[in-house]
């Protein structure tokens, strides 16, 4: 049979992009390894023997993007949905070695609190807070006009001047800095200033502040003033709305249908074929994987061009999971939902020396038995140790697994004193799982960081395959990581795409 679009993958990014091709008439099919959409933004439940079970968020717990204006509020309105999400505030506390920092949503509360939490170099520290939220405005303001971003041809060119605004000219100085040339030109040496906007920036940008590209950063350390959310029932429910928009429109939605190969003819491609030998024809292929893998489906039909960028693409982090059921005497009234520990100063990001709490709302009853809490704790780590530690025998993996689990329990504790006591359930996930259950190279989670030479104009385009009719959409091609971001960028190839069935 023959699509108009085949999505390989039923991330929010390719969900996205099909249910709006869907319901623009597009013959589209979804393709889906697992048996529940989402990809690392969905959540699974974890029967026990008495019959009780517990719903985990799988990657992803804490979303933006539905604000007005937002991302996932366009295509809410452009689909006639509406998404099971409520707002937070705060958005999240996060708990440094000698002080705890709120990080609230709203202005001047956040004005007040960063006054309180960091007052070594208040004055210059609120001019950098000003800044960043002046230009985040500004790019705020930019992406919700949607522009073809990054610009790719000539039309894009084109396509991006009813876009471009005179204050547009402001941040071109900007382009080359990281958030670290930031703080130094503020003379901000706060070493708990400094850990805060790291540990903030691996949430959103991948990379600490040395490393994350300034016109990026400002817009990721504002996150919470534009507003986060949390998902009803679990983060599945965001990417089960839009499977149910692309099934009433009309789209398929296949689950267990593995692609094994990128079918190339005469440099464009045309089909893909699945892990059981089915071929499956249409006019557009769209990819919802990293850089690595597309790389792979094409196989020997690969352009030189994509090798080169897969094999100069900086590696991505891993994720280590927590998966705890615990009684909900460990949560104590009053506590945030979310929660980001950093245990030591001076130490590296990731690696257990930073982890984010995530707990169900108590009134969301569907994620826990009575009495009890689902509660996710994670860190970002590097992928080839766990590789290394599998090669090396079941022994030293599962060595590996508890040594981590315990770092991940004591960062928790930090904020949920005496957890270890109320656990009834615990599961871990490292990037070997991922990588089983996702198929993502190595089981890479979380997007490229985001660094000047890898963001903004110079990010990944939906072009970036250097296959005609191949697309790409996710956390590797433009803007990066987040359900918002996916989904900012699953916007941006519909209109590509919508353009292209014109010509």
Not at 43 to 66: C, N
Not at 223 to 245: C, H, K, M, N, P
Not at 384 to 405: I, M, N, S, V
Request: net charge positive.
């Amino acid at each position: 049979m023959s699509y108009d679009a085949i999505i390989i993958g039923a991330g929010v990014g390719g969900l996205t992009a099909a249910a709006l091709l869907a319901r623009d008439g597009w013959r589209v099919a979804l393709l889906e390894g697992h048996i529940e959409p989402g990809g690392c933004a969905s959540s699974y439940r974890r029967k026990r023997p008495d019959g009780t079970s517990y719903v985990f968020d799988v990657g992803a717990t804490l979303f933006g993007g539905f604000q007005p204006g937002g991302a996932h509020d366009w295509v809410a309105r452009r689909l006639g949905l509406r998404f099971p999400v409520v707002p937070l505030e705060p958005a999240m506390q996060v708990w440094l070695p000698d002080r705890a920092v709120t990080r609230y949503g709203d202005p001047g509360a956040w004005r007040a609190e960063r006054a309180r939490a960091f007052p070594a170099q208040a004055a210059a520290a609120e001019r950098f807070w000003q800044n960043q939220e002046e230009i985040a405005d500004i790019a705020w303001r930019f992406a919700a006009r949607n522009p073809p971003m990054p610009p790719e041809t000539a039309g894009d060119l084109l396509g991006m001047l009813p876009a471009v605004r005179p204050e547009l000219l402001g941040l071109l100085p900007h382009l080359g800095r990281t958030v670290g040339h930031e703080l130094r030109r503020h003379r901000l040496d706060d070493p708990a200033l400094r850990a805060f906007v790291d540990a903030q920036l691996l949430i959103s940008a991948q990379v600490p502040a040395d490393e994350a590209a300034w016109l990026f950063g400002s817009v990721a350390l504002d996150l919470a003033r534009q507003g986060v959310f949390y998902a009803e029932g679990g983060a599945w429910s965001i990417a089960r709305t839009l499977a149910d928009a692309l099934i009433r429109d009309g789209g398929e939605l296949r689950y267990r249908a593995w692609v094994d190969q990128i079918l190339v003819e005469g440099e464009r491609a045309v089909g893909v074929r699945l892990a059981g030998g089915e071929e499956l024809r249409a006019r557009h292929i769209i990819a919802g994987q990293t850089v690595w893998d597309v790389a792979r489906l094409l196989g020997e039909a690969a352009p030189r061009r994509l090798l080169r960028l897969a094999k100069g693409t900086p590696e991505a982090w891993g994720a280590f999971m927590l998966y705890l059921g615990v009684d909900a005497a460990a949560v104590p009234a009053g506590l945030a939902e979310h929660h980001q520990v950093l245990l030591r100063y001076g130490e590296p990001m990731g690696e257990g020396n930073t982890a984010f709490v995530s707990l169900h709302p108590a009134d969301d009853t569907s994620r826990a038995p009575a009495g009890q809490r689902a509660v996710t704790v994670s860190t970002h780590t590097r992928v080839g140790p766990w590789w290394e530690a599998r090669a090396a025998g079941r022994a030293a993996y599962r060595e590996r697994k508890g040594r981590w689990a315990e770092r991940l329990l004591d960062a928790a504790e930090v904020a949920l004193p005496g957890l270890r006591g109320h656990i009834r359930y615990q599961q871990a996930g490292t990037p070997v799982s991922f990588a089983r259950y996702t198929r993502r190279a190595e089981g890479m989670v979380g997007g490229l960081g985001q660094r000047p030479e890898q963001s903004g104009f110079r990010s990944l385009g939906a072009r970036a395959a250097g296959v005609d009719r191949l697309w790409l959409v996710g956390d590797s091609a433009f803007p990066g990581q987040s359900t918002a971001a996916v989904t900012q960028g699953a916007i941006r190839l519909y209109r590509a795409l919508r353009w292209s069935r014109r010509i």
